[in-house]
């Protein structure tokens, strides 16, 4: 059994909150305080929150955490 980690993050509008949601529906949980910067380069606030799982494999590089 592995935890694996994913840092999740986007601009600051409901698209964010879509996609932690998305996560939390697949059995992820949080980690963490959310958190929100500017960036310059686009003009735009950014969210990101951090997602934990606990899986029954091994961890590997290869793996696609989105789809776990």
Do not use: N
């Amino acid at each position: 059994m592995s935890t694996i980690y994913r840092f999740l993050s986007e601009e600051d509008t409901s698209a964010f909150c879509h996609k932690v949601s998305a996560a939390l529906a697949k059995g992820w949980s949080l980690y963490g305080s959310p958190t929100q910067t500017f960036d310059a380069a686009s003009g735009t606030m950014r969210c990101g929150q951090a997602v934990i799982k606990e899986i029954g494999a091994d961890y590997s590089p290869d793996m696609k955490l989105g789809e776990q």
